[in-house]
């Protein structure tokens, strides 16, 4: 996960409450990219951003929102619309130069 | 710790064996491939690529082959160690329009025997 933080690594939210995802990378890559992984299942896209102050809906942004104020910095809420929250959630971030997408080490958020 | 390994396909083999991953992708334009090993309770770490213009590439006690006919890839590890027990998948890339469009596999879970 070099360079990438995510916190909290666990998190609990009791239903109907909204809660944020921290994603933090000092690698000075431009896209930064939300997934979430489910047991079985391949990750899938939440939100992505190529540069500062752009983001782009990906397959199941339902339910969640992010911001990019930063560089460095990409934040993911998961609002009370989302119906099934509890997942895995990674943050990954990608440079210009290259069409590796690296990841760091994930958030488990569980819904009370 | 994390689910990520709930029913998944198990390759289980016996330490110093070599293993063989496979994976099918789904999309004749990919043209870029990685595979990633992911650790129970953490975020997957990039193991090796191959971009589509070939049909082998070697790491350290890794190999990936591409087969774009049958739209294969596999990941072979040498001498199996212990430390490579995880969850391996795979991740095909096209860019249309110059966006990246990611599809990840759900995985393969190696258990190394001692």
């Known amino acids: 996960d070099g360079g990438i933080t995510q916190s909290p690594k666990y998190l609990f939210r009791k239903e109907g409450q909204n809660v944020t995802l921290s994603c933090e990378q000092n690698?000075?890559?431009?896209?930064m990219y939300w997934y979430r992984q489910d047991p079985g299942q391949g990750l899938r896209l939440i939100y992505y951003s190529q540069i500062v102050n752009d983001f782009q809906k990906g397959d199941i942004a339902e339910g969640y929102s992010v911001s990019r104020e930063k560089k460095e910095s990409f934040p993911l809420t998961v609002t009370s619309a989302q119906k099934n929250p509890t997942a895995f959630y990674l943050c990954a971030t990608k440079g210009t130069s290259t069409d590796t997408q690296y990841f760091g080490p994930g958030t488990r958020l569980t819904v009370l | 710790g994390e689910s990520v390994g709930l029913h998944l396909p198990t390759l289980s083999v016996q330490e110093g064996d070599n293993s063989i991953i496979n994976c099918a992708y789904s999309?004749?334009?990919?043209?870029?491939f990685i595979w990633y090993k992911q650790e129970s309770g953490k975020g997957p770490q990039f193991i090796i690529d191959i971009r589509s213009n070939m049909d082998k590439r070697q790491g350290q006690r890794v190999t990936v082959l591409l087969n774009k006919t049958v739209k294969h890839l596999s990941l072979q590890i040498a001498a199996t160690q212990p430390g490579d027990s995880a969850v391996y998948f795979c991740a095909e890339n096209m860019a249309p329009g110059g966006y990246q469009k990611v599809t990840f596999g759900t995985g393969t879970k190696l258990q190394v025997i001692p």
């Open positions: 999309n004749s334009a990919s043209d870029y």
């Open positions: 690698l000075n890559h431009d896209a």
